[in-house]
């Protein structure tokens, strides 16, 4: 068992400075990323997540209701502004700092170690910059973390009732996003490998532990029941989903990892994470076994996934807080193993040189996108791709005081979300087809649509689809508007008004209009209960 460090002295003069240079770093770089969440235009995700926390359902198609929550804190601080939206995650990164320090304080009780595990997350350009961007592994990140908090608890303490703690923290994780569950293995090999199995296997605490993480995650039980699981399936597409092997797929993974990490951060992080599990399962020490295996084990089934399969940015993002903690317990435990001065130093130099250039690099990120005026990624830019949707949003208005008509059509989820946001409830919006992704959500206000001229918004090609064969409405072209982005154009946009039809909110679960997007899978459809069709198009 993990003997608890004495963690009562105080830290001396030079601990102290090295502590307030780190406390001054990080404040510095939240107000870097309360700069950039004022200042960069929500992206399409960001805005639909941010319908979400108008609504009261349970949970939600595409994700647990967690991250609706975090929108929900936010707003109700900021109103329904950019850093409103995003004031979540600036704390959600704290919370993960603070828990990280306390993690590596009790393991390590060494002020350096403490402070680098607070800053390579600032090192590293997703969490010391897109924190600040929402999504649910924002939501998930500082509950996935107390978890391991809690668990370390428990290694040091051998108090029983950590578990139920890990157990909460556990439910909430899944309550925000549903690969906290790839931490089961980590938590298995905690509790089996070492030479305490027998003790905790015969305790309630385990199974009470995971009987409180049900009821965490029971919002998200209740609400797959009432719509025939259709969110355990429609994530389930990615998980089962099986196509050639490409190159392609695996370079993204790797390249992914390699810039969201820091190109420096990931080979200094795994290489900390392999000699932990090294010592971990051959000592069968549980905090060591825990801490690689959270990491090390989703990383490798991500990495078999991307042979086939495109693996997402943010995926994997859930996992590299823990190794963090890993690489700065990992250096004390070197000095305390008796390794050589010269290899202790050359892991110091690494661990050095990737804090100061990944946060060099943040920076730079920081500085072209709030600062610069260039576009040097073309249409691939991530931030520029889904930037200028005011433009769209203008000439839609336009096109409202021309016609008379009183609400807005969109055949994406994405357009949907961004003319809701923008139009901050004036004008009723409504996505006509995938009604399935809006199950349970309020009525956008059919009593202005019900029998009024409405205005489509769609991203040419989709006003081609063949969607509108199952919608009789006239429609008659008005314009067609660019979405710009530092002066190259993103995409072209139609500007349609639509006469004699009202969209249905509930339309059969058989209907066109009601099936959702395969997640996956560009050529094939999810019908409901889950039948392909021969449609374009992907969710995400």
Known sequence: MTIAPDISAKPDGAERRLILIAAAIIAAMTLLRIVYASAIELRTDEAYYWTWSKEAALSFLDHPPGIAWLIRFGTAIFGDTNLGVRFGGIVAMLVTQLLLADIVRR?????????????????ALYYGLLMAKVAPDVAMIPFAMAMMWSLVRLAQSGDGRWWLAAGLFAGLAMLAKFTAIMFAPAVAAFLLVPDWRWRWLRSPYPYLAVLVAIAAFSPVLIWNAQHDWASFRFQGVRATANYGISLRTIGDYIGLQFGLVGFVMLPVVLTGLVLTAWRGYRTREPVAILLSTA????FVYFFFKSLTLRVGDTWPMFMWPVGFAATAVNLVTMRKEGWSARMLETSLFWVRTAIVSGIAFVIIVFLYYVAAPWNLLGKIDPIGAEAGYAQVAARAQAALDETGATWIATTDYRTYAMMRWLFRGRV????INERGRFQDFRDPGMDRINGHAGIYVGREPDNRASLWENIPARREQLATVERRWRGVVMDTYAIEKLTGWTPQLSPPKDSPL?????LADAGRRLRFPSRPLNEPGAGE
Request: no cysteine; aromatic share 10%.
């Open 514 to 518: 009601f099936q959702w997007k395969v």
């Open 428 to 431: 009723p919006v409504i996505e």
């Open 107 to 123: 393991l390590t009780h060494d002020a350096r170690a403490i402070v680098f595990a607070v800053l390579m997350p600032e090192a």
């Open 295 to 298: 990491v090390l084990v989703p």
